[in-house]
């Protein structure tokens, strides 16, 4: 196996490696285990669970606030210990990335810096007693190393598939459509839209505002008489814990009447550049957005009338990376993929009327 192939696959396997580690930090975080361990990085002092009896009065003795929960401690450090992995496999690719000329370096080195910043932020969360604003951006972190993630395995993709193009040789047929202002403006917009929406996903969750609202399609209150700005102050009191969360009902019908509406206009934008992309890149990246956005909205809508079900929560937020890395990967189509396949359709018609 040459040297490419194994960077490439070994990409691969963060990816998803990295998938992993956002479904494990949903479910720690909805399972309420971010407080499982008390301390960072191990748990009760140690570098696994405390189990024997020995162990749990010693950790109960040196903890006396945080009594040991012997199933959300093992989720929490799962979680880390996973995530820990995720870091020694993202520098193994930054390393890799400067052995051979040529290959990317900026994400790597993104990624790295990303996942570095990961780790202060796991700490934070459990030493500041999961403060929402903490939280959140954990959740982002996460989202974001994967995104970096996959943007550079499509890319080690798009490169391979370019380098047969090269040769004269592709496997299959591609729609080479010109690509106007207005899609790309598009395409541009559904990303940012989707990376708020996640954040006021992040936000919803991190607050405690999932289930404050049980009907459909935005609330059963007045949320319109009830909406508080104040929801969305980034820095809140101090308090011992936010776990629970500490906003008062109107702040949390706020929060979450905001983030079944960006459900709304992401799901508009989203639907638009499955339109264009049906013409432009073909219908399976069209379909693929369409049933992602669908998928999602299910799970949405499943949430609040089974009220937040473990399964589907988590699964929602896996839904929504899915979406985020599906917009990802078209913009990189329209501006980086499409732009190649133009040049070379050039060379091509050269090379036949040369020979004509």
């Known amino acids: 196996m040459d040297k490419d192939r194994t960077y490439r696959i070994f990409i691969y396997v963060t990816l998803v490696w990295s998938l992993m580690v956002v479904a494990m930090g949903a479910y720690t975080r909805l399972t309420e285990a ?5 301390d960072w990085p191990g748990c009760y002092g140690l570098l696994t669970v405390p ?3 020995i162990q749990i009065t010693k950790a109960e003795k040196a903890f006396p606030g945080a009594p040991v929960e012997i199933e959300k401690a093992w989720n929490e450090m799962i979680h880390r210990y996973i995530a820990g992995g995720l870091g020694l496999m993202i520098a193994a690719i930054a390393c890799m990335s400067w052995q051979v000329k040529g290959r990317p370096r900026i994400v790597p080195a993104a990624l790295l810096g990303v996942v570095v910043f990961q780790a202060v932020l796991g700490m934070w969360t459990v030493t500041m ?5 903490v939280v959140m951006g954990h959740l982002m972190g996460g989202f974001c190393t994967v995104t970096l993630l996959g943007v550079l395995a499509r890319r080690q ?6 380098q047969k193009k090269s040769e004269g040789i592709h496997h299959r047929r591609l729609k080479l459509s010109p690509i106007d202002g207005k899609t790309k403006a598009l395409a541009v917009g559904a990303f940012f839209a989707v990376v708020l929406q996640i954040v006021l996903g992040g936000w919803t969750s ?3 505002a999932a289930t404050v609202c049980t009907q459909l399609p935005i609330c ?4 319109v008489e009830k909406y508080d700005t104040s929801a969305f102050n980034l820095v809140v009191p101090e308090h011992d814990t936010y776990q629970y969360g500490v906003l008062n009902f109107d702040q949390r019908v706020t929060i979450h009447a905001t983030h079944r509406i960006g459900a709304i206009i992401v799901s508009g934008l989203v639907l638009l550049l499955a339109a264009a992309v049906y013409r432009l890149l073909g219908a399976r990246q069209s379909y693929l957005l369409v049933g992602l956005l669908s998928v999602q909205i299910i799970l949405g809508v499943t949430n609040v009338v089974a009220l937040l079900p473990l399964p589907v929560a988590v699964a929602h937020n896996l839904g929504g990376l899915a979406l985020l ?3 990802v990967n078209i913009n990189m189509q329209l501006f980086y993929w499409t732009g190649s396949l133009s040049v070379l359709a050039k060379r091509r018609d050269a090379r036949g009327l040369s020979h004509g």
């Open 34 to 38: 971010g407080l499982g361990c008390p």
């Open 325 to 327: 890395l599906a917009v």
């Open 51 to 53: 189990q024997t009896e």
């Open 206 to 208: 991190a607050n405690y």
């Open 157 to 162: 993709y798009l490169e391979r598939q370019r």
């Open 220 to 223: 059963e209150v007045d949320w």
């Open 129 to 133: 007693n999961l403060m929402p604003i």
